[in-house]
């Protein structure tokens, strides 16, 4: 084998011959540092700005630092009222105190006290115009904001700098759950310990400060997150104060319009929702005028959000919400202040639950003598005159109808029937004749009106004058109480014994100090016009004392069982049936032909008796037909005298015009009385100069012809003060 030069392959040389030969690795690339930019120089005016930079920079630093801090508290504060917060049914009626319903004597509302409220209600189940005047007038944005707005707040302190007020003092700018919040007073549950009564724990919590307005931002925050928006409508719809009493939608709604909140048309959900801003001045009953002019703005409103037409809205300003009917006459705040206090306080004004009252109120019989007394006022009273006049109506039984304690509609005011205790005058005398006859006494007996001193122990001498300033002489005791002569009064008083006079006043239900001396005949005591009407009530239904009554029932709200019932009515017998029957015909005397004739009825019988005190202080009238006793009075609250009036003058007219309209269309029923064939008379005397005389040694006139009665017997006895 011939040796060629090359070299044979291995097969290991064959075995990677075909595989690629492996590139070389490149180099590393050393890592080098880039290099900063070079600072550019800050010239001049980067030096200026510098530290307002870093100022700044600062300050963004801090606040949103001190923003989140912020939030995160006010979260936490939220988050924690949140978990106090009740459930949506306790919320609804928020009342600390009840309400009491007063029935008339047929089982009608007329009138509410207290804290009233209709029944819970929500934004679902009341009209949807209700709905839509409150959110109109009071925040057109409440179902886009998160409780509190501060565009609305913005705006509220721009108007109250206007003003002249501070920012946060007057418009507050609050949304409808920010009002809610101060309805609920932020959570703060009432306290008697802390607050002697309801309206000074209200205005501590609608106090405006600062402190308080953000409290009432984060409560209102709470309840956005808590409840949703138509539950705190409905909060609001119930809690909201509505004047008149009313506490919500629906009690305001059944006061003012005697419907529920459902069915309020646009025109009344406009007044309900003006009413809002300031009850007391809104309120329909108050100044219906005033209330239709500010529903006219909330009809405005509520066209321009889009909730009516311009159609529907001038409809509604085209026919006003009115009042009902009762409402409208807002009937007995006299008889209603004077029923609430014959029961117990915590009954009443102090109740702490719902009570309903019924009464013996007669809404027709109210009506009567309030247009009777506007009617005499209006057209024989001097204008700008300061008088004021008071009436009861009652029944025979004590049973009180309707009572006027003054001039004007007030609640809580002063009521002079109840309260004014003013003489009595010669309204006082049918006591004295009650008391005479009951004794013995007949209609017809006679006595003379003649001039006689009586001395009183450590008084001197009393000398009763007539009101003519003369003296008529020989008269029956009918004719002396219709001309009202004082001198037999005193007389028959004297021979009866004043303790009897004193006594029979008493029980027929006067109650206060009677005088002692021989005045106490002709009026000098004290009494108020009530107990007056009483006592003559007692006369008409046959001589029993009557207690006056007003309340014939309590019980509270939902229960059968009565808690207090009637407190009043007839009582004992004070004088006999025959002696009261002699009476009244003697009081039907004044009224035919005697001093009360302007009191004189065309179609029934009427009898009563003036009164008119000394200087004319007090007038009165008291009468009574068969169905009604009537009493008016009339005066100054300061005593000035009165000009030219006399019982049988002005009261008499007022009594008239109330009894007139009291009966109207009434079945007509005799007097219960006597009725002689002819009237007593005696021969008449020409008037006599006046004599003075004493109890111990009077006057003995020539005895005259006359029947013998039981009075001759009492007379011979008690002659000194007879001179018959």
């Not at 059944?254 to 406009?270: M, T």
């Not at 700008?384 to 004007?408: L, T, Y």
Request: aromatic share 8%; glycine share 10%; charged share 25%.
């Amino acid at each position: 084998m011939s040796n060629t030069g090359k070299r044979k392959p291995l097969v290991a040389d064959k075995r990677y011959a075909k595989a690629a030969p492996k590139k070389a690795a490149k180099p590393a690339k050393r890592k080098t540092k880039r290099r900063s930019k070079p600072k550019k120089k800050m010239g001049l005016l980067g030096y200026l700005f510098a530290p307002f930079k870093f100022l700044f920079r600062l300050i963004w630093k801090l606040t949103w630092r001190i923003a989140a801090i912020a939030i995160l508290l006010l979260g936490g504060a939220v988050a924690y009222t949140y978990t106090t917060l009740p459930e949506l049914e306790a919320l609804l009626d928020g009342r600390t105190r009840g309400s009491v319903t007063l029935l008339d004597r047929e089982g009608v509302v007329f009138a509410r006290r207290g804290d009233q409220f209709g029944g819970p209600v929500t934004a679902q189940n009341v009209a949807p115009a209700l709905k839509n005047a409150v959110v109109a007038a009071e925040d057109k944005r409440f179902y886009r904001h998160l409780g509190v707005s501060p565009r609305g707040i913005a705006s509220a302190m721009r108007i109250n700098m206007r003003e002249g007020r501070k920012p946060w003092q007057g418009h507050g700018g609050s949304t409808i759950t920010q009002q809610t919040a101060k309805l609920l007073c932020l959570g703060v549950q009432f306290d008697p310990a802390k607050w002697s009564s309801e309206a000074k724990y209200e205005a501590d919590c609608r106090r405006t400060t600062l402190a308080r307005k953000g409290k009432e931002a984060l409560f209102a925050l709470a309840m956005e997150a808590k409840y949703t928006k138509d539950e705190i409508l409905s909060i609001y719809m119930n809690r909201a104060y509505l004047g008149g009493g009313a506490r919500g939608f629906e009690a305001a709604s059944q006061n003012y319009f005697g419907k529920p909140a459902i069915n309020v048309n646009i025109p009344e959900a406009a007044m309900l929702a003006g009413v809002l801003p300031a009850p007391s001045r809104y309120a329909p009953t108050g100044n219906l005028q005033r209330a239709r002019d500010r529903a006219a703005t909330v009809l405005r409103l509520m066209r321009e959000q889009g909730y009516i037409t311009s159609a529907e809205e001038a409809a509604a300003n085209a026919a006003p919400a009115g009042l009902s009917k009762a409402a409208a006459a807002r009937a007995g705040g006299f008889f209603v202040d004077w029923v609430m206090d014959s029961a117990p306080s915590f009954l009443t004004r102090d109740t702490t639950e719902d009570v309903i009252i019924k009464s013996t109120f007669d809404n027709r019989l109210q009506t009567a003598a309030e247009d009777a007394l506007e009617f005499v006022f209006e057209t024989k009273v001097s204008a700008g005159s300061k008088a004021e006049a008071a009436i009861v109506v009652m029944s025979s039984d004590g049973a009180v109808r309707a009572m006027v304690g003054g001039r004007e509609k007030v609640t809580g005011g002063f009521n002079r029937a109840t309260e004014a205790k003013r003489q009595t005058g010669s309204a006082f005398k049918p006591f004295v004749y009650a008391a005479a006859m009951d004794l013995g006494f007949q209609y017809d007996s006679t006595v003379v009106d003649e001039p006689f001193t009586i001395n009183i122990p450590g008084s001197g001498a009393y000398s009763p004058k007539n009101y003519s300033r003369d003296f008529k002489g020989m008269m029956t005791l009918t004719d002396a109480l219709r001309q009202s002569i004082n001198t037999v009064a005193v007389k028959v008083s004297e021979a009866v014994g004043r303790d009897n006079v004193r006594d029979v006043a008493t029980r027929f239900g006067i109650d206060n100090a009677l005088a002692d001396g021989p005045a106490l005949a002709l009026g000098a005591s004290e009494s108020t016009l009530l107990e007056m009407t009483g006592a003559y009530a007692g006369i008409l239904n046959g001589g029993n004392a009557v207690t006056p009554y007003g309340l014939t029932e309590l019980r509270l709200k939902g229960d059968d069982a009565p808690l207090m019932g009637k407190e009043g009515g007839i009582g004992e017998r004070v004088i006999t049936p025959q002696a009261a029957e002699q009476l009244i015909y003697m009081m039907r005397r004044v009224v035919t032909d005697g001093t009360g004739t302007r009191a004189r009825l065309d179609d029934r019988e009427v009898a009563g008796k003036t009164g008119t005190t000394s200087a004319a202080k007090d007038a009165w009238f008291i009468g009574f037909t068969s169905d009604y006793v009537v009493g008016v009075w009339m005066g100054y609250d300061d005593n000035t005298p009165l000009k030219g009036v006399t019982g049988g003058g002005l009261p008499a007219d007022i009594w008239r015009e109330t009894v007139a309209r009291a009966t109207a269309g009434t079945p007509v029923t005799p007097l219960p009385m006597i009725r002689p064939a002819k009237p007593p008379r005696v021969q008449p005397v020409q008037p006599q100069q006046q004599q003075t005389t004493t109890a111990q040694s009077p006057r003995q006139p020539q005895r005259q012809q006359r029947r013998q009665t039981t009075e001759d017997v009492i007379l011979d006895v008690l002659g000194k003060i007879f001179g018959n």
